[in-house]
């Protein structure tokens, strides 16, 4: 007898809510806060929120973190033990640099839909301020030769050879080891390229904090943000930001060339914080009351060569992934640009927004109105915690959608570090 074929049926996931700590700038509020510690704050929250206390209420848990200790292993798995998740709750491990939230959310999404799961939490976190340190690798191979050597005067040859300048500690470094250049650099030559005037990106992050400040002053955040180390609001935030005061800031990207148009405020500064989002399939939130926001109905990732791109002047910048991720993930799901209500696109610069938008524009998808685009502030005004970002964004566009009380559909856009981008779909009945 053959196996019996299974043919899973897919079924919609649902957006619930989401819950995140403030984020802070690098060496601030969070200092001192683990990976741990802050992305445990995030899912406490939400945990509080929607009644998860007890064994079973969540299927699993899917986070990871970009930068990490190695006492950060399992770190999904031992921030459950640490929160009021019961401790049977699954959990594991992601990482896919600034994307993986997102990527998280997509993994979560993919069990629910397939019915190996009713529910499950998604997220991440990030912290500048408490970046590992390493080993100077000349120490390291030094240390594992005394580890190896067999007698002790082996051993006191192999320490002989240490130098005071293997005492140096290996710092992590913001950049591409393909490029040894810095995000920013990456992006300042597509902004280079592609023209990207200054006044438009001041423009853009003098916007994203107004909006940002408006959705505090609204109420918008009160269920979406949990205050942690004494920050009820995102630090970086700077509600009088205006495109006159952006415009006194000196380049800081793109120096060695004529003209730099990227500064610190039309950038995102290094970021500590942590993010959740729960999801769950339609059942599951029916038989305990709870109101779906939206619904995540489609999701796609891309990479570029940006190698071959930014580096040897060809058309792929670092950040420019999204171009292609979104058109494959329209033409399958049969949408345009037009269709969409709300428009989320993670603003690592102002520059390589604008240069996305303009990308797509290109490829024949039309323009986005900026009405439409990061309706309630984004990462220039938020921060960007790098695995945070992606579960911030689900969890503003689900809330955003609901808000509209009426079908409505959001796109989301996500770069990463790696030259790749993880897309999705929102969408409201």
Request: glycine content about 10%; aromatic content about 4%.
């Amino acid at each position: 007898m053959s196996p019996r074929q299974l043919s899973p049926v897919v079924r919609r996931v649902a957006v619930i809510g989401g819950a995140r700590i403030p984020f802070a700038r690098s060496d601030g509020p969070y200092a001192t806060a683990s990976n741990q510690q802050m992305l445990t704050a995030a899912l406490d929250g939400l945990v509080e929120r929607y009644g998860l206390q007890g064994p079973g209420a969540v299927g699993e848990f899917v986070a990871g973190a970009v930068l990490k200790h190695a006492r950060d292993f399992n770190l999904a798995r031992e921030t459950v033990l640490s929160s009021h998740l019961h401790p049977s709750t699954p959990a594991y491990d992601i990482q896919q640099a600034c994307g993986t939230g997102l990527q998280a959310v997509v993994a979560a999404a993919n069990k629910i839909a397939l019915g190996q799961t009713e529910s499950a939490v998604a997220g991440g976190a990030d912290t500048a301020s408490d970046a590992p340190l390493g080993v100077n690798d000349r120490l390291r191979r030094i240390l594992l030769e005394v580890r190896r050597a067999k007698s002790p005067g082996a051993r006191l040859k192999a320490l002989a050879k240490v130098r005071p300048g293997h005492l140096v500690p290996d710092i992590p470094r913001n950049a591409e080891p393909r490029t040894g250049l810095s995000m920013g650099e990456h992006a300042a030559v597509t902004a280079r390229a592609r023209g990207i005037a200054r006044e438009a990106q001041d423009e853009l992050a003098a916007t994203s904090h107004q909006r940002l400040a408006a959705a505090y002053e609204r109420g918008f955040f009160q269920d979406l943000v949990v205050p942690f180390r004494g920050l009820a609001r995102d630090q970086n935030l700077r509600p009088g930001s205006t495109v006159e005061k952006l415009a006194s800031l000196k380049p800081v990207f793109g120096l060695d060339h004529p003209d730099p148009t990227m500064t610190a405020g039309n950038s995102t500064p290094l970021t500590d914080g942590a993010a959740t989002v729960l999801l769950a399939s339609e059942e599951w939130a029916r038989a305990r009351g709870l109101e779906p926001l939206a619904y995540l109905t489609a999701y796609e990732t891309a990479a570029v060569d940006f190698v071959g791109g930014d580096v040897a002047g060809g058309e792929d910048g670092l950040l420019m992934a999204p171009a292609y991720a979104v058109p494959r993930m329209l033409e399958r799901a049969g949408l345009a640009l037009d269709d969409f209500d709300l428009v989320e696109i993670h603003e690592a610069f102002a520059s390589q927004v604008l240069a996305t938008l303009a990308a797509w524009e290109e490829r024949g998808l039309g323009t986005v109105d900026r009405a439409r685009l990061n309706i309630a502030g984004s990462s220039l005004a938020t921060g960007h915690p790098f695995a945070a970002t992606g579960a911030r964004i689900v969890a503003t566009l689900a809330k955003l959608l609901a808000e509209r009380d009426a079908p409505a559909r959001g796109l989301i856009s996500v770069c990463a570090a790696g030259g790749q981008g993880v897309t999705a779909v929102l969408e409201r009945a």
